[in-house]
């Protein structure tokens, strides 16, 4: 029992090493990578420890560390190219956990009631579309919303054909077309409130959801 406390205890310490500064807010936050991949140790390490001591303690936190590092080290890799080619565009990259985000304000991709993309925003998507062609595992869901102005109706069938455009323009692109799933919220999903002209700017948007693909 001893032996499997130590063990236990390695793993732990390894846990303790997982913060990092994000060099985009400056806060303290746990490394996904090491995070996940400590993790993984600490299983590796318990059920190793049970079968054959301290040697297979040891044994089971490595092949358990890779393990859960995987996925983790690729949205971390893909987070890393997202926001080198996106930084100064407007589209905002945010993560929880595994799931990737990334929000394109309605102000730099379509004309006031419009769904056609504007000319100016071609490049970054262009510069989106290398990205989830070179991380290709993900799937990769296409979101449109409005602000609360008008009719649901218009807005719901305006949200969705924006989308529909984002998503034909990433396949135009080369991003497989089966990885793509499109839909418009509409009004029903506001991020701000619709009560100020600063918040229904916010509200009018498109996003992308990357997520880990389905086991």
Known sequence: MIKQIAAISLTGLLLAGCQT????TGEQEVNKTTKYGGVGA??????GGLANGKKGALAGAALGGAAGAGYGYYTDQQEAALRQRLQGTGVQVQRTGNDLKLIMPGNITFATNSYNI??????V???VALVLKEFDE?????VGHTDSTGSRQHNMGLSEKRAQSVASYLVNQGVAGPRITYFGAGPDQPIASNGTKQGRALNRR???NLRPPAQ
């Open 21 to 24: 500064t994000n060099p985009y």
């Open 42 to 47: 600490l299983a590796g390490a318990v059920v």
């Open 118 to 123: 504007q000319s100016s925003f071609y490049s």
């Open 125 to 127: 998507l262009g510069s």
């Open 138 to 142: 993900n799937p990769v869901e296409v």
């Open 206 to 208: 498109v996003e992308l």
